[in-house]
C-alpha cells in the first residue's frame, strides 16, 4: 500500500491550519507558500475536507480556512477518507476477485494488513502531531545548541 500525494498533502496542510489556525482563519495561499503545494491542488482538497466538515471557510478581507473540529476530533484516517485516498493494500479493493475471479492466496494477508493501517491512522490525531511536532522543534534547538562549538552545555531555561 502506498499513501499517494492526495493524502500526504491533505494531511500537512490540515496540519499547517492546526498550528496555525489559532490566529484566525488561514488563508490557502499562506499554506500553498508554506508547504510548496500549488494552491489549485490545496483548492480541490479544502473543497472535500469542507464538504466533510474538516474545516470551515470564512469570506471575505481576513477570510481563509479554519478547522471545523477540535483537533484531538480529527484523525489522520479522517483526513485522508475525505479527500478520496484508498487505504486498501489488496490488489482487488477488497472485492475478493484478485485472481481470476477468485480470492487470491495472499488477499486475507494484505486484508488484515489494511486493517492495521486504518486502526493506526485512527489513532493519531492532529493533536498528536502538532504535539510531536512543537516536542521535536524543542528537541532539535536544545541539540543544536549542546553541539555549538565554544558553547556551555547547560541547555538556556
Known sequence: MRLTTKGRFAVTAMMD????????????????????ISLSYLEQLFGKLRRHGLV?????????????KPTQDVS?????????????AT????????????????HDLWANLNNHIFSYLRSVTLAQLVR?????????????TERRPGASS????
Request: with cysteine; net charge negative.
Open 17 to 36: 491550519l492546526a498550528l496555525r489556525g489559532g490566529d484566525g482563519p488561514v488563508t490557502l495561499a499562506e499554506i500553498s507558500a508554506r508547504q510548496g
Open 56 to 68: 470551515n471557510s470564512v469570506r471575505g478581507p481576513g477570510g481563509g480556512y479554519r478547522l471545523a
Open 76 to 88: 489522520v484516517a479522517d483526513i485522508i477518507l475525505a479527500v478520496d485516498e484508498p487505504i486498501d
Open 154 to 157: 547547560a541547555v538556556p531555561a
Open 91 to 106: 490488489q482487488c479493493g477488497g472485492k475478493e476477485n484478485c485472481q481470476d475471479d477468485h480470492k487470491c492466496l495472499t
Open 132 to 144: 510531536d511536532h512543537q516536542g521535536a522543534g524543542a528537541v532539535s534547538v536544545i541539540q543544536v
